[in-house]
T-cell receptor, first 110, second 114 residues
Framework: QQPVQSPQAVILREGEDAVINCSSS?????VHWYRQKHGEAPVFLMI?????EQKGHEKISASFNEKKQQSSLYLTASQLSYSGTYFC???????????FGTGTKLQVIP | DVKVTQSSRYLVKRTGEKVFLECVQD?????MFWYRQDPGLGLRLIYF???????EKGDIPEGYSVSREKKERFSLILESASTNQTSMYLC?????????????FGPGTRLTVT
């Protein structure tokens, strides 16, 4: 079952912040975040494991609330290069299969 | 530099044809995956393989089969292509049993079935 992402799309001005949410109906073992620019392959951003650990990547950070079975991606002081579609991927039991969400399209404008 | 390559970027086939999509990785990864990407539906897993000759169905395996005869190569087969299989197909690979490991994606094959 696919995790649910929200919002589906968002437009930001440079310098603004955004939050992308990823929710699952099943208990999560880990959450993966990827970004895909138009016409390119998805690129890894970060992985979060059980325990609520917050990890960062440049000005992008994320949290993982295993009780609520959800993860959030935080983009601060957005840059034009942040534009793309963001996917969360969930791993339900430590297996190698990762199930991805429907994606959130982010557009940063000057 | 890590690499996942797919045999074609664009492919046009006719309904009923047998179609082969090839994926090769040079990272000695145990796990390989085939996804299809459609607007509004995100990335949906078709099949994955965790070892040579081993495979498991993903979420949407109907109409597809796979083959993994060598560790570095994972093929997706459409036995009789249909128009509803027009999509972007992405291959990915990932190291074997390890916590917190990323997937590496290929550039994708945009398949059009007419």
């Amino acid at each position: 079952q696919q995790p649910v992402q929200s919002p589906q799309a968002v437009i930001l001005r440079e310098g603004e912040d955004a939050v992308i949410n990823c929710s699952s109906s099943k208990a999560l073992y880990s959450v993966h975040w990827y970004r895909q620019k138009h016409g390119e392959a998805p690129v890894f951003l970060m992985i979060l494991l059980k325990g609520g650990e917050q990890k960062g990547h440049e000005k992008i950070s994320a949290s993982f609330n295993e009780k609520k079975q959800q993860s959030s991606l935080y983009l601060t002081a957005s840059q034009l290069s942040y534009s793309g579609t963001y996917f969360c991927g969930t791993d339900y039991g430590g297996y190698q299969k990762v199930t991805f969400g429907t994606g959130t399209k982010l557009q940063v404008i000057p | 530099d890590v690499k996942v390559t797919q045999s074609s970027r664009y492919l046009v086939k006719r309904t009923g044809e047998k179609v082969f999509l090839e994926c090769v990785q040079d990272m000695d990864h145990e796990n390989m995956f085939w996804y299809r990407q459609d607007p509004g539906l995100g990335l949906r897993l078709i099949y994955f393989s965790y070892d040579v000759k081993m495979k498991e169905k993903g979420d949407i395996p109907e109409g597809y089969s796979v083959s993994r005869e060598k560790k570095e190569r994972f093929s997706l087969i459409l036995e009789s292509a249909s128009t509803n299989q027009t999509s972007m197909y992405l291959c990915a690979s990932r190291p074997g049993r390890g916590v917190g490991v990323e997937q590496y994606f290929g550039p994708g094959t945009r398949l059009t079935v007419t």
